[in-house]
């Protein structure tokens, strides 16, 4: 797309930040924050094998969790934190206004309410009361209100979630509440602050050398690129845990060197097992392979302002290219389900109604030599900073190669696949991987016109202004009917090519108890305060 646009808020970014590689939302409703039942069964997650005994959780030791690591740009920074160890220690010593659980369904964090005025441009929240932060310092709205305006920071990760947001106009109203004005309706306003770019800091925080939180875990030590250690918060609000003593999160980029230190003891936990090394050890038994069914779409994309991913003609053809079910099958070991190029299969104002796409080589190759590229070479980049990717763009060149295109690949190291500074949203055709639990999420994030994540470099004011009526929109059919609409211009003209909805996969020592497949993240959604060791 070309027409470019004003958005109907304020965007003042003057540098780009990595984005999140693990990012979540949340589906629901407007009113006051209960329970909200997901649509799709992701709820429906699984063990490879036994987690351990059902016995009460024993308190004490360590839990050691290996991640792949961020290097000297790691960091504790809610709104600056970027890659999945950032997400973990974040959500160890932070917490969110609303929890996600497992089955994407959301419940009250420091936040009890959500009170909407009747158009949804006012909300009054109401926050948990008794709460406080590891210096003894009591949570209030105050907190909250400062928080969000970090959050709007340039830099920040968050921005997206707070753009709508009239920062001014903010407002405590009493030592738990505060009222949120919003320069344009938001019907879910709530779903906005799941996301750990937009856990609550203390007021006039500024230093995150040591920081301090209302969360499990109080701050220890911390080294980028190598470890860091949390002991538990013996007041945490939340019920029962955390459990274990102290929690050791190591940085182990290489993916072998990560399964290697789990199958010898040196660490507890590991994220991100490989596909095939995750068929492996079901199969021996020897660790716990976690497994969850997740929104988590990997995804092929196209920069639409380049040659000759700027003619959609060729976009449809690659979409068409494209045999998910063999990539599915060949690529992550069967842990996933079709993708039809849109994002948000089982959510909330999904569009059930669109076409499943499927391999069709002769109408791929007839939209090449109309748009005048027959014999078609381009450049794939890839990483294996997420599994399947490089399996993945492996199998589509082989693929395209029926339709007479000729797909180069070019390996990109992982610390730079997804930092703007080197790699990412510079790369005309690579791959992404997105987990998002609403419509609202993702397209903020990566299709609106100020989206800080804009892979397929979309600008539209037209569509710009449908998805803002579909995020305001009080009335559910409305907003389904503009849900649909946003949906099929992507399908029909987006840079996406999804094949896949992918299970999130991680791995266990035996001994490790309480983390529990889910929908929302990996590794039970680095939620450790659940977790425990057997004697």
Do not use: C
């Not at 660490?267 to 969850?292: E, F, P, R």
């Not at 994309?301 to 060949?330: C, E, G, S, W």
């Not at 590229?373 to 399996?391: A, M, N, R, W, Y």
């Amino acid at each position: 797309m070309t027409d470019r646009q004003q958005p109907p808020f304020e965007d003042d970014r003057d540098e780009r930040i990595s984005r999140a590689r693990f990012l979540k939302g949340a589906a629901g409703a407007a009113g006051g924050l209960g329970l909200v039942p997901l649509l799709s069964g992701f709820g429906d997650t699984a063990f490879a094998a036994t987690t351990g005994s059902s016995a009460s959780p024993r308190r004490g030791g360590t839990l050691r969790v290996g991640y792949v690591g961020g290097g000297t740009a790691e960091t504790i920074s809610p709104t600056l934190a970027v890659t999945p160890i950032d997400e973990g220690r974040v959500q160890s010593i932070f917490d969110p206004l609303v929890l996600l659980n497992a089955d994407l369904s959301r419940s009250p964090g420091l936040a009890l309410e959500w009170n909407p005025n009747k158009s949804a441009t006012e909300y009054e929240v109401k926050l948990r009361p008794g709460v406080t932060f590891h210096n003894g310092k009591p949570l209030d709205a105050a907190d909250v209100i400062y928080s969000i305006r970090m959050m709007a920071k340039p830099t920040s990760a968050a921005l997206p979630f707070v753009s709508g947001i009239n920062l001014h106009e903010l407002k405590v109203v009493n030592k738990t509440t505060l009222r949120i004005p919003l320069k344009f309706p938001d019907a879910d306003l709530a779903a906005n602050f799941v996301y750990y770019n937009t856990w609550i800091v203390q007021n006039g925080e500024t230093n995150f050398a040591h920081p301090v939180g209302t969360g499990p875990f109080k701050f220890g030590s911390f080294t980028p690129g190598q470890q860091s250690i949390f002991t538990r918060n013996h007041n945490y609000w939340g019920h029962g845990g955390p459990y274990v003593d102290a929690l050791k999160i190591v940085s182990i980029s290489d993916p072998t060197a990560r399964l290697n230190a789990l199958l010898s003891g040196q660490i507890d936990a590991m994220a991100q097992l490989s596909y095939a090394q995750a068929k492996a050890h079901q199969a021996t038994g020897d660790v716990n392979v976690l497994v969850a069914h997740a929104p988590q779409v990997l995804m092929f994309y196209m920069d639409t302002t380049k040659p000759p991913f700027n003619d959609n003609r060729v976009r449809l053809a690659m979409k068409l290219i494209a045999d998910r079910p063999a990539l599915i099958q060949d690529a992550i070991s069967g842990f996933g389900t079709v993708g039809n190029d849109i994002v948000g299969k089982g959510l909330a104002f999904y569009d059930n109604s669109i076409p499943q796409r499927t391999q069709d080589i002769a109408k791929a190759k007839s939209l090449l030599k109309a748009a005048g590229k027959e014999g078609l070479k381009v450049v794939l980049q890839t990483s294996d900073v997420i599994p399947g990717f490089v399996e993945s763009a492996t199998l589509l060149a082989q693929q395209a190669a029926a339709a007479g295109v000729t797909i180069k690949l070019q390996q990109v190291p992982a610390s730079s696949y997804f930092n703007p500074s080197l790699q990412y949203l510079k790369m005309p055709f690579a791959e992404t991987q997105w987990p998002p639990s609403s419509l609202k999420f993702f397209y903020l994030q990566a299709l609106a016109s100020n989206a800080p994540y804009n892979e397929t470099h979309w600008h539209s004011s037209s569509f710009n202004s449908l998805l803002f009526k579909a995020i305001g929109e009080l009335n559910h059919a409305k907003a389904q009917s503009y849900w649909n609409q946003v949906q099929q211009i992507q399908w029909q003209q987006g840079g996406y090519l999804s094949w896949t909805n992918a299970d999130f996969v991680d791995a266990l020592a035996k001994k490790v108890n309480g983390l529990k497949p889910s929908a929302a993240g990996i590794l039970g959604n680095h939620r450790f305060q659940d977790a425990w060791l057997a004697a």
